[in-house]
C-alpha cells in the first residue's frame, strides 16, 4: 500500500476534521487515552503507511481535544448568574456599533461588573443617540439579560452563543472613560486610519458602498440598497474576499519594483499589508482565509518552497477552527470556502464547457466563475438565508469588472492622503463613481421581478428549469 501522493493535505485535513468533530461530540477520557495509545504507535510504526495512517489518526484525535476544550472555554459564562439582574458595568466596544432604529446594538467585552472582574464577550444595547466609537470603553448601568430565542426564523441566543456571547447588557445611561490598547487598540487605530483614507470628501451611498467593499462594514448602506445587494447576487461584494488582499499584496510588490527595493522587500511589505488589513477589517472568515492564502505564498516564495492553493485552503479553515471550533455553523464561513472550492473544481470544467461559444476569454471565465460559485453556494445561501437569486451571473458580469478598479483606487486612495490630501480627494471622487455604478447594478437588477426566489414551489421549478436546460445543453453540444 503506498503513500498518498499528498500527505501534507491529508495531515492538515485530519486536523481540520477533527476540530469540526467536536461539535458533534465533546471528547472525553477516552479520546484523549486513543491519543495518548496513538502517538506511542506513531513513533514506534514501521516506516511507511502505517506510521502516516497513525500520524492521521493523532493529528484527528488531538483535533478533536482541542476543538473540544475550545467549545468548552466558549460556553463557559460566569455572566450568566447576573441574569434579571443590574449593575455598574464597564466594557469595551469590540465591533463597530450600529444605529438602529430603536437604539444601537454593538458586540463588546465585559471588563467589571457590580465592582467584579468579567472579561467575556457581551452583546450591548444601548439607548439611541451618540455611537460610541470602535474600542471604546464605556461605564454605566446595564441590564443583564438573556438574548431572544427564536423569532421570526432567526435564533440570536444560538447565533451569539457560537460567537462566545451569552448575555446582552442593556445599558441605560453610558459615559466614554478611555479606549482600548494593546493589540486590539492597535487594530482600532489601523481601522480608523483605513475608514479615514479611502473615501476623503466622499459622503452618503457613494461612501457607504466603499466602505462595505473596502473594509466588510455595510452598517451605513440604506435597507433598501441592501436588499437589492441581496436579490441581485451581489451581496458577496460586500464581504471583504482574496481579491481584497491579492490587490493589496499585488500593490505592495509593484511599489517594490517603482522603487527598486526587490522581491524580498515587496514580499516583505506584502506580508506586513495583508495582517495590517486583517487586523483593520477584522475577523471575517473571508478575509482570514484570503490572508492565510496570501501569507503563505508570500512565505512560500521567501522560502523557496511550492505554493499549493488547496494547502493554503485547508490551512485557512484550520485557523479559523482551531480559534472558535462553531465557525464551522458560520454562513460567512461556508459561503467563503464552498466559493473557492467551487473556482478550483467546477469553474475549470464551466469554462471548457463554454469554449464553443464565441464570446472573449475573459467574459467567458467571468461567466464561469459566477456560475460556478453561484451553483455551488446556493444551497447554503437557501438554507441559512431562506432565499435565492436567480439573476447572480448577468449581475455579476456587470459589476465584476468594476471591482478592481474600485479596490485598486481606494487603496491609491489610503496611500496618498497622508502625502497629498487634494490628490486623494480627487481620487476618491473618481472611486466614489465607481461605487454608484456598482449600486446601481444592484439596484436596477435586483429590483427586476423574480430577481430572487422565496418559497419552494418557485425553488422546484427553478431545478426543473436548469435540468431542462442542462438536457438541452447537452443535446446541442453532442449533436
Given at each position: 500500500?503506498?503513500?498518498?501522493?499528498r500527505?501534507?493535505?491529508?495531515?492538515?485535513?485530519?486536523?481540520?476534521?477533527?476540530?469540526?468533530?467536536?461539535?458533534?461530540?465533546?471528547?472525553?477520557?477516552v479520546?484523549l487515552?486513543?491519543?495518548a495509545?496513538?502517538?506511542?504507535?506513531?513513533?514506534?510504526?514501521?516506516?511507511?503507511t502505517?506510521?502516516?495512517?497513525?500520524?492521521?489518526?493523532?493529528?484527528?484525535?488531538v483535533?478533536w481535544?482541542?476543538g473540544?476544550?475550545?467549545l468548552?472555554?466558549?460556553?463557559?459564562?460566569?455572566?450568566?448568574?447576573?441574569?434579571?439582574h443590574?449593575?455598574?458595568?464597564?466594557?469595551?466596544?469590540?465591533?463597530?456599533?450600529?444605529?438602529g432604529r430603536y437604539?444601537i446594538?454593538?458586540?463588546?467585552e465585559?471588563?467589571?461588573?457590580?465592582?467584579?472582574?468579567?472579561?467575556?464577550?457581551?452583546?450591548?444595547?444601548?439607548?439611541?443617540?451618540?455611537?460610541?466609537?470602535?474600542g471604546?470603553?464605556?461605564?454605566?448601568?446595564?441590564?443583564?439579560t438573556?438574548?431572544?430565542g427564536?423569532?421570526?426564523g432567526?435564533?440570536?441566543?444560538t447565533?451569539?452563543?457560537?460567537?462566545?456571547?451569552h448575555?446582552?447588557?442593556?445599558?441605560?445611561?453610558?459615559?466614554?472613560?478611555?479606549?482600548?490598547?494593546?493589540?486590539?487598540?492597535?487594530?482600532?487605530?489601523?481601522?480608523?486610519?483605513l475608514?479615514?483614507?479611502?473615501?476623503?470628501?466622499?459622503g452618503?451611498?457613494?461612501r457607504?458602498?466603499?466602505?462595505?467593499?473596502?473594509?466588510g462594514?455595510d452598517?451605513?448602506?440604506?435597507?433598501?440598497?441592501r436588499?437589492?445587494?441581496q436579490?441581485?447576487?451581489?451581496y458577496?461584494?460586500?464581504?471583504?474576499?482574496?481579491?481584497?488582499?491579492?490587490?493589496l499584496?499585488?500593490?505592495?510588490?509593484l511599489l517594490?519594483?517603482?522603487?527598486g527595493?526587490?522581491?524580498i522587500?515587496g514580499e516583505?511589505?506584502a506580508?506586513?499589508?495583508?495582517l495590517?488589513?486583517?487586523?483593520?477589517?477584522?475577523?471575517?472568515?473571508?478575509v482570514?482565509?484570503?490572508?492565510?492564502?496570501g501569507a503563505?505564498t508570500?512565505?512560500?516564495?521567501?522560502?523557496?518552497?511550492?505554493?499549493?492553493?488547496?494547502?493554503?485552503l485547508?490551512?485557512?479553515?484550520?485557523?479559523?477552527?482551531?480559534?472558535?471550533?462553531?465557525t464551522?455553523?458560520?454562513p460567512?464561513?461556508?459561503l467563503?470556502f464552498?466559493?473557492?472550492a467551487?473556482?478550483?473544481t467546477?469553474?475549470?470544467?464551466?469554462?471548457?464547457?463554454l469554449?464553443?461559444?464565441?464570446l472573449?476569454?475573459?467574459?467567458?471565465?467571468?461567466v464561469?466563475v459566477?456560475?460556478?460559485c453561484g451553483?455551488?453556494?446556493?444551497p447554503i445561501?437557501?438554507?441559512?438565508f431562506?432565499?435565492?437569486p436567480?439573476?447572480?451571473?448577468?449581475?455579476n458580469?456587470?459589476?465584476?469588472?468594476?471591482?478592481?478598479?474600485?479596490l485598486?483606487?481606494?487603496f491609491?486612495?489610503?496611500?496618498?492622503?497622508?502625502?497629498s490630501?487634494?490628490?486623494?480627494?480627487?481620487?476618491?471622487?473618481?472611486?466614489g463613481?465607481?461605487?454608484?455604478?456598482?449600486?446601481?447594478?444592484?439596484?436596477?437588477?435586483?429590483?427586476?421581478?423574480?430577481a430572487?426566489?422565496?418559497t419552494?414551489?418557485?425553488?422546484?421549478?427553478?431545478?426543473?428549469v436548469?435540468?431542462?436546460?442542462?438536457?438541452a445543453?447537452?443535446r446541442w453540444r453532442?449533436?
Amino acid at each position: 500500500m503506498r503513500l498518498p501522493q499528498r500527505p501534507a493535505h491529508l495531515l492538515a485535513s485530519a486536523l481540520c476534521v477533527g476540530i469540526a468533530l467536536a461539535n458533534v461530540g465533546r471528547p472525553g477520557a477516552v479520546a484523549l487515552a486513543a491519543t495518548a495509545v496513538f502517538a506511542v504507535a506513531a513513533v514506534v510504526a514501521e516506516e511507511g503507511t502505517k506510521r502516516f495512517l497513525l500520524g492521521v489518526a493523532l493529528l484527528a484525535s488531538v483535533g478533536w481535544w482541542w476543538g473540544g476544550a475550545r467549545l468548552a472555554a466558549l460556553d463557559r459564562s460566569p455572566l450568566a448568574s447576573w441574569v434579571g439582574h443590574a449593575g455598574q458595568v464597564t466594557a469595551t466596544v469590540t465591533a463597530a456599533p450600529k444605529i438602529g432604529r430603536y437604539g444601537i446594538t454593538a458586540r463588546g467585552e465585559a471588563e467589571t461588573i457590580g465592582g467584579e472582574r468579567s472579561r467575556e464577550p457581551v452583546a450591548l444595547e444601548l439607548p439611541p443617540g451618540r455611537a460610541p466609537p470602535l474600542g471604546a470603553v464605556i461605564e454605566g448601568l446595564a441590564i443583564v439579560t438573556e438574548p431572544n430565542g427564536p423569532l421570526r426564523g432567526f435564533d440570536e441566543r444560538t447565533w451569539l452563543r457560537r460567537h462566545g456571547v451569552h448575555v446582552v447588557l442593556r445599558v441605560e445611561t453610558w459615559h466614554q472613560v478611555g479606549q482600548r490598547g494593546g493589540l486590539g487598540g492597535f487594530a482600532d487605530h489601523l481601522h480608523r486610519g483605513l475608514a479615514g483614507s479611502i473615501a476623503p470628501g466622499l459622503g452618503g451611498e457613494r461612501r457607504a458602498v466603499l466602505e462595505g467593499i473596502v473594509l466588510g462594514d455595510d452598517a451605513a448602506i440604506p435597507t433598501a440598497l441592501r436588499d437589492d445587494f441581496q436579490a441581485s447576487g451581489l451581496y458577496h461584494l460586500l464581504a471583504v474576499s482574496g481579491q481584497n488582499v491579492v490587490l493589496l499584496a499585488g500593490g505592495a510588490l509593484l511599489l517594490a519594483w517603482l522603487t527598486g527595493l526587490g522581491r524580498i522587500a515587496g514580499e516583505v511589505a506584502a506580508l506586513a499589508g495583508i495582517l495590517g488589513y486583517v487586523l483593520a477589517v477584522g475577523p471575517q472568515p473571508s478575509v482570514i482565509r484570503a490572508g492565510v492564502a496570501g501569507a503563505l505564498t508570500s512565505l512560500a516564495w521567501l522560502t523557496g518552497r511550492l505554493r499549493d492553493a488547496w494547502y493554503a485552503l485547508i490551512v485557512a479553515a484550520t485557523v479559523l477552527l482551531a480559534w472558535n471550533p462553531y465557525t464551522v455553523y458560520d454562513p460567512g464561513f461556508q459561503l467563503s470556502f464552498a466559493a473557492v472550492a467551487a473556482i478550483f473544481t467546477v469553474v475549470p470544467r464551466l469554462e471548457s464547457g463554454l469554449a464553443p461559444v464565441p464570446l472573449p476569454r475573459s467574459l467567458r471565465l467571468g461567466v464561469a466563475v459566477s456560475a460556478g460559485c453561484g451553483l455551488v453556494t446556493a444551497p447554503i445561501v437557501w438554507l441559512q438565508f431562506g432565499y435565492l437569486p436567480l439573476l447572480g451571473v448577468p449581475a455579476n458580469a456587470l459589476a465584476e469588472p468594476a471591482m478592481p478598479v474600485l479596490l485598486g483606487l481606494a487603496f491609491l486612495t489610503a496611500a496618498l492622503d497622508p502625502i497629498s490630501p487634494a490628490a486623494a480627494t480627487f481620487v476618491a471622487w473618481l472611486n466614489g463613481g465607481v461605487a454608484e455604478y456598482i449600486a446601481l447594478c444592484a439596484r436596477v437588477i435586483g429590483s427586476l421581478p423574480f430577481a430572487s426566489i422565496a418559497t419552494t414551489r418557485a425553488l422546484a421549478g427553478v431545478e426543473g428549469v436548469l435540468l431542462l436546460t442542462a438536457y438541452a445543453w447537452r443535446r446541442w453540444r453532442t449533436s
